[in-house]
């Protein structure tokens, strides 16, 4: 069972980025799971001194996480037309892992105006060797819609962009 692990580049507990993440985990076919990594705000700032003495327990979690899952399933926001700050410390921590590269990587986009992250996002990732997906990138407008994952499921626009995006994600497993 292929297991996929979601980031949200967004804190806010009702962003419209977690929902799409969500969404996709409600229309996702069957025998695929999914871990929702929901503690980027608890994770420390990054500094090599600390990654020498041991890592945190927060970030020995998500490495082992990342490690754990067969593909990533990235939502992130832009902010100032860049990558949230509290994101790209997280992608950070992950640089000095062995779990991170060659993981396929599926970029969902939950506003179309947020192009700069989006571009900012996968130098960020390519550069640590992720494995982005072109195929499985998604972006949608959701932005001030205040749609919740079931809605955003069932819409007959979105809905047949997250499964395209999730089923290259998948099929990018194990293919290389």
Excluded at 8 to 22: D, E, H, P
Excluded at 58 to 82: F, H, K, N, Q, T
Excluded at 88 to 106: Q, R, S, T, Y
């Amino acid at each position: 069972m292929p297991l996929v692990l979601t980031l949200c580049g967004s804190l806010r507990a009702q962003s419209s980025n977690r929902s799409l993440l969500g969404a996709a985990e409600r229309i996702a076919p069957a025998g695929v799971a999914f871990d929702h990594y929901a503690a980027i705000d608890r994770l420390p700032h990054f500094n090599p001194d600390i990654e020498q003495a041991g890592l945190p327990g927060e970030v020995a979690d998500l490495r082992r996480r990342v490690g754990a899952a067969d593909a990533i399933l990235i939502s992130c926001p832009e902010y100032a037309r860049g990558i949230p700050g509290s994101f790209k410390n997280a992608l950070d921590w992950l640089v000095g892992g062995h779990e991170f590269p060659g993981k396929p990587i599926a970029l969902f986009n939950a506003s179309p105006r947020a192009s700069d992250a989006q571009a900012s996002l996968r130098l960020v990732l390519t550069t640590m060797s992720g494995r982005v997906i072109d195929s499985a990138a998604i972006s949608v407008a959701l932005l001030a819609k205040g749609l919740d994952a079931e809605t955003i499921a069932a819409d007959p626009v979105i809905r047949p962009q997250i499964v395209a995006g999730l089923g290259a994600l998948i099929a990018a497993i194990g293919s290389n």
